[in-house]
């Protein structure tokens, strides 16, 4: 009789355990646990003020917790351990550490000043130091990638709103990272450009790109999403397949929510 052996899970890309933030009296992150594999795409939901934004910058050591660990791709973020106690790495160690952690933000965040092409070259030489011809001619198939080949020499002032959200997240791609995350990536679009944002991340997804993405854009949670998180007032209130928390929510907290949005 033959035997089939279960499939190995994939590792945890993302590990955070108990991560607790506050910003003076206000309690903004409230105990945080969350596993994300590699591979998958975690899309996280939840009314403003619940803390998504804040989760995602602790993932980068933008923001630092006060409490608990997040570690990515199985090391610490932001610390190194020794014994029991946790030290804060130098900056550069965690500027170093931020190179396999793409940030996608709402507003885009590029160099005004710089072209399109300088805009995605910029980093891989100056924090990687790559060569700059080997820079170039990875930053030239990352646009025609997100579909910006004819844009290299445009600066960013001179593209659409939707146009410069995909450099933002060629810009990312371009220190190969092991993880992405997206904060609202389509929320400062107007409606007809969200489709071209949507579409460049939802190629990410087929191909296997890591990614944490927190948005308001349900269909797009359900189509492409491995695992919904919803939070709320500090915590994550429910998670799991897109299928169990859109359709299927067991709390009423998400249900409200949702009966909202949809």
């Known amino acids: 009789m ?3 052996t279960p499939a190995t899970p994939a590792p945890a890309m993302v590990d955070i355990r108990s991560v607790h ?10 105990g945080i646990d969350l596993e994300v ?5 975690t899309v996280v939901l939840g009314p403003s003020g619940s803390g998504k934004s804040t989760l995602l910058r602790t993932i980068n050591h933008l923001e630092k917790v006060d409490q608990g ?5 199985g090391r610490l973020v932001g610390y190194r351990r020794s014994g029991d106690k ?3 790495l130098p900056e550069r160690e965690i500027l170093k550490q931020r190179t396999r952690i793409g940030f996608v933000f ?3 965040n590029l160099f005004p000043h710089l072209t399109v092409l300088d805009n995605l070259v910029e980093a891989p030489v100056s924090v990687l130091k790559r060569p700059r011809k080997a820079a170039v001619e990875s930053a030239r198939r990352l646009l025609g990638r997100v579909g910006l080949a004819d844009k290299a020499d445009a600066y960013p002032g001179q593209l659409s709103g939707g146009q410069q959200q995909r450099v933002a997240i060629a810009r990312a791609l371009a220190l190969e990272p092991a993880l992405l995350l997206f904060d609202e990536p389509t929320s400062a679009l107007d409606p007809e450009l969200v489709g071209e944002v949507l579409d460049v991340i939802r190629d990410l997804a087929h191909q296997g790109t890591t990614m944490i993405v927190v948005t308001h854009e349900i269909g797009f949670a359900r189509e492409v999403a491995d695992t919904v998180v919803f939070m709320d007032d500090g915590r994550i209130v429910e998670q799991g397949t897109p299928g169990e928390v859109l359709d299927r929510p067991r709390h009423e907290r998400t249900r409200a929510f949702l009966s909202k949005v949809l």
Do not use: M
């Open 2 to 4: 033959s035997t089939t």
């Open 21 to 30: 933030k506050s910003f003076g009296p206000l309690d903004v992150l409230k």
């Open 37 to 41: 594999r590699a591979g998958e795409v």
């Open 69 to 73: 660990t997040i570690s990515v791709d």
């Open 86 to 88: 946790l030290y804060e």
């Open 106 to 108: 709402q507003n885009f």
